[in-house]
């Protein structure tokens, strides 16, 4: 039984190295092109989450980050122009992020970079959403 666990594993370790890998080439990707419009790779990915209003804590856990550190980016955003926030609807203790238009617009010009020459873009649209389905499989538990 251990000779047939061990090439799982390495097949495993081979696997994780591989998503680690694309990880890596995303969040470079990310970076250069956040610096094309003078954004730190942070503030891109802030940007890049915000796809509706959302509270610091929402964007934090959207981000994998701790609230602390989104507070800060959300201040250089909104000392930008880039972001106000708003009173929660339903909970009059926390606010939103929310995108001004000139926000919006610079999150529409990010993704539009982030399209070109995209790690994935070697891959056929079909592989992409194959890839989703199989890493959203493999994250569900």
């Known amino acids: 039984m251990s000779t047939e666990r061990e090439p799982q594993s390495q097949d495993d370790r081979q696997l994780c190295g591989l998503v680690k890998d694309l990880a ?6 990310l970076r250069v092109r956040a610096a094309a419009l003078g954004l730190t ?6 940007l890049r989450e915000l796809t509706h209003p959302l509270t610091l804590r929402e964007l934090a856990e959207r981000m994998s980050c701790e609230p602390s ?17 708003h009173p929660h609807p339903d909970d009059r203790r926390s606010k939103q992020l929310v995108l001004t238009p000139k926000g919006t617009e610079l999150r529409e010009r990010l993704l539009e970079l982030l399209s070109e020459d995209s790690p ?3 891959l056929t649209t079909d592989e992409q ?7 959203t499989r493999a994250l569900i538990r």
């Open 69 to 85: 550190n989104v507070t800060f980016i959300a201040d250089r955003l909104a000392e930008q122009g880039y972001l106000e926030r």
């Open 41 to 46: 790779a942070s503030q891109g990915n802030a």
């Open 24 to 29: 890596s080439h995303i969040e470079a990707h």
């Open 120 to 122: 994935l873009s070697p």
């Open 129 to 135: 959403d194959a890839l989703q389905r199989l890493l």
